[in-house]
């Protein structure tokens, strides 16, 4: 659970979910679902965290831009009131290109999970940034799948 490790994402109702073994860190796991077609791979952005300020997560560096877009899967874990969380870009980690929001999940402010897709050009440099609003503790986790 650290920014930048590999993620396995998407919209799956959940009817079993099994983690039969772990080996030398790989994961294997069994997942009986249903689902709308598609399983994205991609980077945890913000692991699972507590956040009780306003402010931005860790920058992860992917190295180059893409230009096929993105999803970006939010993961609300508890939240004591509302708070905005969208998913920040730069092409030089605010160097000289500040940061702009890309993706823009919808206000949160209980137990939830959103998927949310743009289109184009996805920047180098991605971040998470929350803004609460009546909550004062927000415990979440981001994933991005460049597509």
Known sequence: NTAGNRAISGSVLHSAWKVPAAIKGILLTDLAGKTDGRIYAGK???PKATVIATGAGTALDNTAASTGGATGFLHV???NGTADIVIQESS????GDPYAT???FTQVSALSSQAVSATGTIERWLRTYITLGTATSVTFAVCVART
């Open 44 to 46: 945890i952005l913000e």
């Open 92 to 95: 030089d980690n605010a160097v």
């Open 77 to 79: 874990f508890a939240a």
């Open 102 to 104: 890309k993706i823009t």
